[in-house]
């Protein structure tokens, strides 16, 4: 079982963090700050498995990770996940992060925080993989982002009215009333 998903930069600020057991705010932080420690000092040409740091569950548990660019992606696993298996899946999830965001950075994490979780949620929930069909992922993606533009266009429904009014142009339409002639009206009118 997948028991945490982390994701932070060369200088330890978390981008995405996901824990699949409860972990206070505070323990949570330190579990950030200790993987980052044990992630981050080593080369890029050793194996990317090691053991889990003492508070995310010692030797129980394996941190698996990768390394692209200017982020570490680290899943906190328990003994019966495949190793390779892992690394097959964060590659999976930096492909489909790569395809909907068009060469994804550190940016894209920060600024559509929420989109990340959706597409890790297709991936992974409470722990468990769903889904490593990339395709299968990147279709369910389109999907929400189609019910997305159509709620937009709801919602933006009574901006469009107000604008439609405003181009009405009504003080001049107001202007080109035409009214009839009151003295002569008033003639017209028999008591």
Same mark, same amino acid.
């Given at each position: 079982?997948?028991? %945490?998903?982390?994701?932070?930069?060369?200088?330890?600020?978390? !981008?995405?963090?996901?824990?699949?057991?409860?972990?206070?705010?505070?323990?949570?932080?330190?579990?950030?700050?200790?993987?980052?420690?044990? +992630?981050?000092? !080593?080369?890029?040409?050793?194996?990317?498995?090691?053991?889990?740091?003492?508070?995310?569950?010692?030797?129980?548990?394996?941190?698996?990770?990768?390394?692209?660019?200017?982020?570490?992606? +680290?899943?906190?696993?328990?003994?019966?996940?495949?190793?390779?298996?892992?690394?097959?899946?964060?590659?999976?999830?930096?492909? &489909?992060?790569?395809?909907?965001?068009?060469? +994804?950075?550190?940016?894209?994490?920060?600024?559509? $925080?929420?989109?990340?979780?959706?597409?890790?949620?297709?991936?992974?929930?409470?722990?468990? $993989?769903?889904? &490593?069909?990339?395709?299968?992922?990147?279709? !369910?993606?389109?999907?929400?982002?189609?019910?997305?533009?159509?709620? %937009?266009?709801? %919602?933006? =429904?009574? =901006?469009? *009215?107000?604008? *439609? +009014?405003?181009?009405?142009?009504?003080?001049?339409?107001?202007?080109?009333?035409?009214?009839?002639?009151?003295? %002569? =009206?008033?003639?017209?009118?028999?008591?």
């Amino acid at each position: 079982m997948i028991k %945490a998903i982390l994701v932070f930069n060369n200088h330890g600020k978390p !981008r995405l963090s996901k824990f699949y057991q409860y972990y206070n705010e505070e323990v949570q932080q330190q579990i950030i700050k200790e993987t980052f420690q044990l +992630v981050s000092k !080593r080369d890029d040409n050793v194996c990317n498995f090691l053991e889990g740091g003492s508070l995310i569950g010692g030797s129980d548990y394996k941190l698996i990770y990768r390394h692209y660019a200017t982020l570490y992606f +680290v899943f906190c696993v328990d003994s019966s996940e495949s190793e390779l298996g892992i690394l097959d899946l964060i590659q999976v999830f930096v492909e &489909t992060l790569d395809k909907c965001f068009e060469n +994804v950075c550190e940016l894209d994490l920060i600024f559509h $925080v929420d989109k990340v979780h959706y597409i890790l949620n297709e991936l992974v929930m409470g722990g468990m $993989v769903l889904e &490593t069909n990339m395709t299968e992922i990147i279709t !369910r993606i389109d999907d929400q982002n189609k019910l997305e533009k159509q709620e %937009a266009g709801l %919602a933006a =429904a009574p =901006a469009r *009215a107000v604008s *439609a +009014v405003k181009n009405m142009n009504l003080p001049q339409q107001i202007k080109d009333i035409k009214l009839p002639d009151l003295p %002569a =009206a008033i003639k017209d009118l028999k008591f």
